[in-house]
Structures are given as C-alpha cells and as structure tokens.
C-alpha cells in the first residue's frame, strides 16, 4: 500500500511566523504535489516537483515555496504566514510518466493562521 | 478559470437508491479523469478512472461515463450505501501532464 503522510494534522501559527509543511512517501514517487483545499474551490494545486531539487508552479504559489531535497520528502514553505493562508493542505505523490497514472494522497495538515 | 466543474455542491439519495454525480469541463485536451473521494479530515483516495477512448468504466457499484462530445462525465453508485458519504472530488489531465485539475467537489449524503 502506498503510504504518504504528513508531518502535523493540525497546526496553529500566527500572522508573520514562518511555517514549515511536511510531506513523506514511501513508494519512490518521482512526483510529488501540493494542494490547498478551501470550501466552494476544491482542490488547487500550489506547487509540484517531478524529481529531486526540481520544481513547477501550481495554481496559486503565491505565498508559497517548496523543498524537494530526498526523493521521498517534499516540504511546503510559508515564508510569512497570513490569515489568508488558513486552510486544509494536502500533499500527493505519483509515479512518474505523466499520464495516466494515480495521485495518492495524505490525510491533510489543517493549518490556522491567526 | 475552472476547467473541471461540478455544479452541485450538495446531494441527497435514500439508501439503496442510485447517485449520480456530474462533473463537465472545458479544455478538449483532457484525456484521463478520474473521481475521488474525501472523508472529513482524511485525505482524498482513488475511486475511478475513466480514458477518453471509452465512454464508459464498471467496478462494483461504481460506474463512470464520459460523453466527450458533451465534455460532461458522472459517476454513478448504485446501491447507494450510507458508507459512500463523503466529499466526491473530479479530476482531469491531459497532453501527459504532470498534474490533476480538479472540481469544486459534490457532498453525497445517503440517507439510511
């Protein structure tokens, strides 16, 4: 079974703090993705990364970087939290190919920004 | 701008009765979908796929159909069980991209 968890389920921070999102995977995944999860929009992608130290824009990276130092951990960072960044994150990992191929995800890091 | 879109946020079926969620998008492109589906404070997890060179996909109590011409795909459960309550989420990809572009996402709550 694929496995991908995430480092908090739930994280309080305040306004201004720098926040430190962790992901790991288990199935030697070449891709990795971070998502945002907020009511009435769905899932929107922030970023992913095909390979180790690589990386691609999602949707909405505006606040937002990542680190993909080891092929199974790919980190979300929020350089200065603000209060627009409360939400449920979600980290995916997929085999390689593009295509056809599965995302599995984590059970998410519900994060309040105060 | 939304390139998948499921207009119905909410849904409400008797147990034992069929759901059908929608789900249409935009971008002609698109050449996989798939459905998935959340529990509160759980991730999202697989439930179907659908390629666009079938228009229709079986396992179990779930079915996808994919009209291309329409852009429009469901999925269909049926029986429907209280189990199935959840968030469905779909999604679609395209031209071997890397990522997923979701719906907004249907809340299905069968009723015992």
């Known amino acids: 079974d694929v496995k991908v968890t995430q480092s908090s389920r739930y994280l309080v921070k305040r306004t201004g703090e720098k926040v430190f999102l962790e992901c790991v995977q288990d199935m030697d995944h070449e891709n990795m993705f971070w998502y945002r999860q907020d009511p009435g929009l769905g899932l929107r992608l922030i970023y992913f990364s095909y390979d180790v130290k690589m990386k691609e824009k999602g949707d909405i990276p505006e606040g937002y970087s990542v680190s993909r130092e080891k092929k199974e951990r790919f980190s979300l960072i929020l350089e200065s939290a603000s209060t627009n960044q409360t939400s449920m994150y979600l980290c995916a990992s997929r085999h390689g190919g593009g295509g056809q191929e599965t995302q599995y995800f984590g059970p998410g890091t519900r994060l309040l920004v105060l | 701008d939304q390139q998948v879109k499921q207009n119905s946020p909410s849904l409400s079926v008797q147990e034992g009765r069929i759901s059908i969620l929608n789900c249409d998008y935009t971008?002609?492109?698109?050449?996989?979908f798939l459905w998935y589906k959340k529990y509160p404070a759980e991730g999202p997890t697989f439930l179907i796929s659908?390629?666009?060179?079938?228009d229709k996909n079986e396992d179990g109590r779930f079915t996808v159909f994919l009209n291309k011409s329409a852009k429009h795909l469901s999925l269909h459960i049926v029986p429907s069980q209280p189990g199935d309550s959840a968030v469905y989420f779909c999604?679609?990809?395209?031209?071997?991209?890397?990522?997923?572009?979701f719906g907004t996402g249907t809340r299905l709550t069968v009723i015992p």
């Open positions: 659908i390629s666009s060179i079938k």
């Open positions: 999604a679609a990809s395209g031209n071997g991209a890397n990522n997923l572009f």
């Open positions: 971008n002609s492109m698109f050449d996989y």
